[in-house]
């Protein structure tokens, strides 16, 4: 009987580099391509509707960032494992993936049929992370132990930067140019990260730990 073949779910805005990924997933026996989504929000409603093996995922996505994607698919505990590919490989961000549940994390500039490796490789529940991102990311860890508090997104650290002056969040949905869907989805994720529930508790502890002037 021959072996189930992974499915996979590629988010990526990209027309080009979608193609091409696409393309190579196509090409492989082992993998089988699902579908694939231009912004975050779409992203995220497809995984909770097909459950893919593996997500592909761009950091830099419209609608729903990456990282919100990601902290969604591990909040609700959907079976889908994490395989974040970007252009954006900083050591702050490949922590921030690997911390919110990810599975691995490939640069862009990755060879296509080495993605495909790592997409494989993942849906066996092993990690990827290329050799050349380590030392930047064990670096980070130390960084994190000796600074001993959340790491906010930019987009987190704008939103409270905005709750701090007294915005509600139907407020922020129309100053960030955001649905108040996605704003929602934002703010559990800053609350979560602040061990908080409500906006006057969020910006408290922000301020007594320095996260706000």
Request: negative net charge; proline residues 6%.
């Amino acid at each position: 009987m021959p072996e189930r073949r992974v499915s996979v779910w590629l988010a990526e805005d990209h027309p080009l580099f979608l193609n091409g990924l696409t393309l190579a997933v196509k090409g492989r026996p082992d993998l089988e391509f699902a579908g694939s989504s231009t912004d975050g929000r779409e992203a995220l409603t497809r995984v909770r509707e097909t459950r893919p093996d593996v997500l592909v995922l761009d950091l830099r996505l419209p609608e729903l960032d990456g990282a919100a994607v990601l902290n969604a698919i591990s909040r609700e505990e959907l079976p889908t494992k994490v395989l974040v590919l970007s252009a954006h490989v900083e050591s702050h961000l490949v922590y921030d993936a690997l911390a919110a549940g990810a599975s691995g994390f490939l640069s862009k500039l990755t060879p296509a049929q080495v993605v495909c490796d790592g997409i494989a490789a993942v849906a066996r529940g092993e990690s990827v992370l290329p050799q050349e991102l380590q030392p930047g990311l064990l670096a980070e860890i130390r960084g994190r132990r000796e600074a001993d508090g959340p790491r906010l997104t930019e987009r987190e650290q704008e939103i409270l930067r905005l709750l701090a002056d007294g915005l509600s969040a139907p407020r922020i949905a129309e100053s960030l140019h955001l649905s108040p869907a996605t704003v929602r989805t934002y703010l559990q994720s800053l609350y979560e990260k602040l061990d908080v529930s409500t906006q006057a508790a969020a910006v408290a502890v922000a301020m007594r730990q320095g996260l706000l002037e």
